[in-house]
């Protein structure tokens, strides 16, 4: 994406890019500017050119490699053939406002009526209008970090600033918000926290002690949380996943942000949905009407049914996911002197290679696509530019274990040879 219409440059031909500076400011908050003021795509589209360029085993973005069961597509296809293939209502359709209230019912208890859902284009697309919707220009953002990228983008777009907290390691193989970073990074400027659990990209599941310390932190602050938890069926072992606005006594301030990509394989769909008090919904619809209006409406019901009937093939993909987790984790666990976490649910491992080499995630990663093909995401793309933890993760790549059994298995041997060779 290096084409010099993107690249900031005065052009005789058009008016000044720079004018309008909002667009760069989304893509530095992301680093995705160059030094000569071009721009690449996003950090997940250009490793999987990388993995494509040799023949590597993508294990960087998170898509998943096993098929779409056929009761989606059949679902997909019988509701096209019916003639839902026109704009869905602004909310959504109506079945699935009522299979999210109810699946939120059945899995949490949470009381949820149909005023408070909103269907929305992934969870993209919620995050993004809940962002530009709640948070006011110069207000701050607090997320845990390393973060999912498009919470910086959105963030901008709001004319906020981005306030991060370091998830840091547990000393049992996993991760915990740093405490006191967080009780000095919020406070009366605090509009919004995000909370993504389970986490991309540390694996980690947020207790409902930790949710209920950020749920308190954001009432003495009077800030909105946003859940990110498109990973939610998604755990592993005794890990369980807690949805925050099920277990305060008064959610108002909670907006709980989830999709079904992860759930049944079908991140291309891009069907989501919000929940937030109706007044807080309708504010965010005013939003989100304008980004696409609506999207995906003949998936919309074929979710519906998945919700309503299929949690058994969400729960199936979790112990599958598990399983592949323990494939590659201890195929990583044999590179000579690397720290590997061990994932409570998601999609992701982190592997720390400080101390084995002083070249960075980035160059690393290249070296090992190049040299044993396999792919990750380096870690600081997924910091922030200069904070305390995009340096602890200057040497951590996070790997997938969402793609198939083959792939990885695969990986899983060329990672082993990769461990061999260094010995
Ligand atoms: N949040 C997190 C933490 C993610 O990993 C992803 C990646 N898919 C998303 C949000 C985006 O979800 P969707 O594809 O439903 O927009
Ligand atoms: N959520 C996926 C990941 O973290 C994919 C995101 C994307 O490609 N935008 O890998």
């Not at 909370?195 to 947020?206: A, C, K, L, Y």
Request: aromatic fraction near 8%; include cysteine.
């Amino acid at each position: 994406m290096s084409d010099p219409i993107s690249s900031g440059q005065p052009s005789a031909a058009h008016p000044d890019l720079l004018a309008a500076p909002t667009w760069h400011q989304m893509a530095q908050s992301t680093g995705l500017v160059n030094t000569d003021g071009s721009i690449r795509e996003t950090i997940f589209g250009q490793m999987t050119a990388l993995a494509a360029r040799h023949d590597a085993v993508n294990l960087g973005q998170g898509s998943p490699g096993d098929p779409t069961p056929d009761f989606l597509v059949d679902a997909a296809t019988e509701a096209m053939g019916a003639g839902i293939n026109q704009y869905a209502p602004g909310q959504g359709h109506q079945v699935l406002i009522d299979a999210v209230a109810e699946q939120r019912r059945r899995c949490y208890g949470q009381a949820v009526s149909a005023a408070e859902v909103l269907v929305t284009i992934g969870a993209t697309e919620g995050l993004t209008a809940a962002i530009v919707a709640l948070v006011p220009r110069g207000g701050e953002v607090v997320v845990f970090e390393p973060f999912y990228d498009s919470y910086a983008a959105a963030t901008v777009l709001a004319g906020a600033q981005l306030r991060t907290v370091g998830l840091v390691e547990d000393g049992a193989g996993g991760f915990t918000p740093d405490w006191e970073a967080f009780e000095r990074t919020i406070g009366p400027q605090t509009s919004a926290i995000i909370v993504n659990t389970p986490h991309n990209p540390t694996g980690m599941v947020f207790t409902e002690e930790m949710l209920t310390r950020i749920y308190e932190a954001a009432v003495r602050h009077d800030a909105w949380v946003l859940t990110d938890e498109v990973y939610e069926y998604l755990v592993f072992g005794e890990h369980r996943h807690a949805a925050l606005a099920s277990i305060v006594d008064d959610p108002a301030r909670v907006v709980s942000i989830s999709s079904a990509g992860k759930s049944f394989n079908i991140t291309g769909w891009k069907i989501g949905w919000t929940i937030a008090a109706p007044e807080v919904r309708e504010a965010i619809q005013a939003v989100k009407q304008y980004f696409c209006f609506t999207g995906g409406s003949p998936l919309q019901p074929a979710v519906a049914q998945a919700l309503n009937a299929h949690e058994d093939f969400a729960q199936a993909t979790a112990r599958s996911l598990e399983a592949r987790s323990k494939i590659l984790v201890p195929a990583f666990e044999e590179l000579p002197g690397v720290r590997v976490s061990q994932p409570q649910g998601g999609y992701f491992t982190l592997v720390d290679f400080a101390g084995t080499t002083d070249e960075d995630a980035y160059a690393l990663n290249e070296r090992l696509t190049r040299d044993y093909g396999f792919t990750g995401i380096p870690g600081p793309a997924m910091c922030a530019a200069g904070t305390p933890i995009s340096e602890a993760f200057a040497q951590t790549i996070r790997y997938s274990f969402c793609k198939g059994m083959d792939d990885t298995a695969e990986a899983a041997e060329r990672v082993r040879a990769a461990a061999a060779a260094l010995r």
